[in-house]
């Protein structure tokens, strides 16, 4: 079976809001719940908070909206993949 991934397409720092900002694709599915993502490249832990509303844009388009830590900006670029754990660490 493959692993979801996540395609960054856009970043947004809002000051307002507690992350950034990233609109990506989601293939194949789509997230259930809050999803523990990494670097397709790094490995590195993604540090999701939340999966935003949809706008009536990412209705249109079927992109999905997440709210990531600011201390993970370097991974959040356009055109990053980030992959789902398929066994998240609990804690």
Not at 15 to 22: H, I
Not at 32 to 52: E, F, N
């Amino acid at each position: 079976m493959t692993a979801t991934q996540f395609r960054v397409t856009e970043v947004f720092d809002v000051p307002a809001r507690a992350g950034l900002v990233v609109v990506g694709d989601t293939a194949p599915g789509q997230f259930v719940g809050v999803p523990a993502l990494h670097d397709d490249v790094t490995g590195h832990p993604i540090g999701v908070l939340a999966v935003d509303h949809p706008t009536p844009r990412t209705r249109r388009t079927g992109e999905t909206i997440l709210l990531v830590n600011r201390g993970d900006a370097a991974f959040a670029v356009a055109g990053r993949l980030w992959t789902i754990d398929a066994s998240p660490a609990t804690g």
